[in-house]
């Protein structure tokens, strides 16, 4: 009889301190974050000693978990500094760390020997022996390779110790090269990927010249759109929670630390909501197609399935247009009351509703058409009618960055809750 495995982690990204506030608040159980260096998103906002030191506090005052990602393969001379940073943080409390390569495992084991090791897809696990092979090194989890399917995770989950977790992604971006290994940006830029600085150059436009005609590019086409030979479409499988429950993985992976807040939040809560749906009557579970079109709502490319259901060698997963697919503008985050007071003056309710305060995050002027996110919520639709500034003035709209401002809503607003555009 198969043993009964506890509900699995939801793990979100956090590239800055208003992406993770936005991952715990939408229900992430854990989120993941780097330093200023030795993560493998170096173009992230990222944290620096003492924001990291903010993190682990107000995810643990959550009763969260936070996971610090080195899983970049440092050169030679990078150990000196990577010592002193972990000799820095060794007290902050963080819960585990992803490693990538040996030697950083090794100096983590010597400088943190309490310290929980993940080792991160970059390490590509993609047989029980390779996974049993981490283990025997220390390693509590197994972020796994992208590259491998249900029933491969299952043949990994089974020939390893219960004690050892495995982690899975479930929904971003995908590299065309095996687990993100990737000389292409290195080579044309000089920024190496695999020490977290790719310009990802597999997402470029190509063409190619004929030796005695160098002034007459061709381009490489596969459609009236371009190429893409690349270019891998994002990963989605909401519509494959059942499977992804019962595969044996401990923890679901959600990439996009150099994504929005907004990309966050309403990722982590389409899968938080379908989730829970799942816990609570598996057998009669059925995913709300609401979800889907939240994950529609944020900037995307095509989406597929990763390669769960289909190997590699059958089915690329190629994108077939080019650049992102945009469905709806992140207008503004709702702030409380302290953050920003209503001015003496101003009618707080009317019958059209109550003016609550936000903060800009793009232009939104009186007629749009809105609508409101919030944890475990989907989008609630309303018009834009009165916008105020922070004086209490009537505004047409409020365009400036960060801008805060006061809207009138007709229904509860909640600090952390987000407005974006309507159908």
Not at 300 to 323: F, S
Not at 332 to 357: I, N
């Amino acid at each position: 009889m198969q043993q009964k495995r506890k509900a699995p982690e939801l793990l979100s990204p956090a590239g800055n301190f208003e992406k993770l506030r936005a991952a715990i608040l939408y229900g992430a159980d854990a989120v993941y974050l780097a330093g200023i260096r030795f993560g493998m998103r170096s173009a992230a906002d990222n944290f620096t000693d003492e924001e990291l030191a903010e993190a682990v506090a107000y995810v643990h005052e959550r009763g969260k978990k936070i996971y610090l990602t080195l899983n970049t393969m440092p050169h030679g001379e990078e150990y000196p500094a990577l010592r002193d940073f972990l000799h820095h943080i060794k007290d902050f409390g963080i819960d585990a760390v992803i490693v990538a390569d040996l030697g950083v495992l090794a100096t983590v084991r010597e400088i943190m020997p309490e310290m929980e090791i993940h080792i991160s897809t970059q390490a590509s696990i993609v047989s029980p022996e390779a996974a049993r092979a981490y283990a025997a090194l220390g390693a509590k989890r197994l972020v796994l390779a992208r590259e491998l399917t249900f029933s491969e995770i299952r043949a990994i989950r089974e020939g390893l110790a219960p004690d050892v977790e495995l982690e899975a992604f479930i929904h971003g971006s995908m590299c065309v090269s095996y687990s993100g290994r990737c000389m292409l940006s290195h080579h044309l830029t000089g920024r190496d990927a695999n020490r977290g600085a790719c310009t990802q150059p597999c997402r470029w436009t190509y063409t190619i010249t004929e030796e005695k005609r160098p002034d007459t590019p061709f381009p490489i086409e596969e459609n009236e759109l371009g190429t893409f030979v690349m270019s891998s479409k994002d990963m989605c499988t909401l519509s494959h929670i059942p499977e992804l429950m019962n595969a044996g993985i401990d923890s679901f992976k959600i990439e996009g630390r150099m994504k929005s807040a907004y990309y966050t939040a309403v990722v982590t809560n389409a899968y938080r909501m379908a989730m829970d749906d799942y816990l609570a009557d598996p057998d009669g579970y059925t995913l709300d197609p609401a979800l889907l079109r939240e994950l529609d709502s944020v900037s995307h490319r095509e989406y597929c399935t990763g390669y769960y259901l289909d190997e590699p060698a059958k089915e690329a997963n190629l994108a077939t247009m080019d650049g992102y697919i945009r469905e709806k503008a992140y207008f503004a985050t709702a702030l409380s009351k302290e953050e920003l007071p209503l001015p003496e003056g101003v009618e707080a309710l009317t019958d059209e509703g109550r003016l609550y305060p936000f903060i800009q995050r793009n232009k939104v002027s009186v007629g749009d058409s809105a609508e409101l996110i919030s944890p475990h919520k989907i989008g609630k639709g309303f018009a834009v009618r009165e916008l105020y500034n922070a004086e209490g003035a009537p505004i047409p709209s409020a365009p400036h960055p960060s801008m805060k401002f006061f809207a009138r809503v007709p229904f509860e607003v909640f600090p952390g809750d987000i407005m974006r555009s309507g159908e």
